[in-house]
């Protein structure tokens, strides 16, 4: 089974209470994301490998660590994942960004892919999934999967707000993709919102309602 890291450090924390006021505007919410997001790529990129090399300093020859050129990948699900990503690559510049989006089949419910960009050497990165709200699990086992079925290997899901309820379903459907999330929420409530959650984080971040 895999893992769920509940990123408790009190900046995310102190970020995430704003993000969540339905008071915070448009312009707030989204540099909030962003940082937030920042802070989250340092938490999950703690286990990158590092490889020794030697330089000099002003004062002698010594042997240092460097990040040892690890691929990766972000992969935000449309349309609000976007928000995650500006906040990630500043802290990995070099990563590729993959797009995977899906929509509801209005008969099965289920998601189905409408698009999916990846970087073209998917079998040898390792990806982190993003999407800020993970509530039924729906989209990010469909993402997840659409990614596997096109050679990834090395995939982690990283989300700001999680309903337990998505969080069992990624599990179930992945048992080998590990969970990063800034706050578990209570439950879903009859609409799919996450309570207390965030609201709709599409329309927050992008202005639309
Ligand atoms: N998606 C959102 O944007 N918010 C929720 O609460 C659930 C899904």
């Known amino acids: 089974m895999s893992k769920v890291y509940v990123f408790d450090h009190p ?22 994301v962003e940082e937030v997001a ?8 703690r286990d990158l490998p590092l490889q020794e090399v030697e330089i000099e300093t002003p004062v002698s020859k010594a042997k240092a660590k460097v990040i040892a050129g690890k691929k990766l990948g972000i992969i935000p699900i449309l349309r609000a994942g976007i928000g995650m990503v500006d906040g990630i690559l500043k802290l990995i510049p070099a990563a590729k960004v993959g797009h995977i989006g899906l929509y509801r089949d209005p008969e099965t419910l289920k998601p189905v892919e409408y698009y999916v960009k990846l970087p073209t050497d998917v079998e040898e990165r390792d990806f982190i999934v993003v999407d800020p709200m993970l509530a039924t699990g729906g989209s990010a086992v469909e993402a997840i999967r659409a990614l596997k079925k ?55 971040l992008f202005g639309t309602k």
């Open 11 to 32: 900046l995310i924390q102190h970020k995430l209470t704003y993000i969540r006021d339905k008071h915070t505007g448009t312009k707030e919410f989204r540099e909030l």
């Open 150 to 204: 096109r050679g990834a290997k090395n995939i982690k899901f990283m989300c700001l707000i999680a309903a337990p309820e998505g969080v069992e379903a990624v599990q179930q459907a992945h048992p080998d993709v590990d969970i990063y999330i800034a706050a578990l929420d209570e439950k879903l409530n009859d609409h799919g919102y996450i309570v207390p959650g965030l609201g709709d984080a599409g329309d927050r």
């Open 38 to 45: 920042t802070l989250m790529a340092f938490e999950i990129t």
